[in-house]
């Protein structure tokens, strides 16, 4: 049987999606823009790790960064349309993951 090779592109998208945090973080910002705080608190990571995963989805461009001018003042991230393309994909795994996934406790 021949394998196939795989697509540099393909391989690319799991490298960033498998980087811890990534596609929890993407999959939180579905519902909507979101404050660090909440974030990080629906998640329960560090405010180290979450900066350094937002600066890298923001690289990406699947994630921007709005600053809001208020006192004081409020940062909100959101997904761009290139993260929001990202949604059939990660309900596909929720659907997936509800049919043969168990959770042991």
Do not use: D
């Not at 900066?51 to 989805?57: I, Q, Y």
């Not at 208020?70 to 949604?87: D, F, M």
Request: net charge neutral; aromatic share 6%; glycine share 2%.
């Amino acid at each position: 049987m021949e394998q196939k090779k795989i697509c540099p592109r393909f391989e690319r998208a799991l490298t960033i999606l498998n980087h811890r945090w990534n596609t929890l973080l993407i999959y939180q910002l579905l519902e909507g823009p979101k404050r660090f705080s909440a974030i990080k608190n629906q998640l329960g990571i560090s405010s180290r790790v979450l900066t350094e995963r937002l600066k890298e989805l923001e690289i990406e461009q699947i994630v921007t960064r709005t600053v809001i001018p208020s006192t004081p003042v409020v940062i909100e991230y959101e997904l761009t349309a290139k993260g929001h393309a990202l949604a059939p994909v990660l309900q596909a795994i929720e659907e997936w993951s509800s049919m043969w996934v168990n959770i042991e406790e």
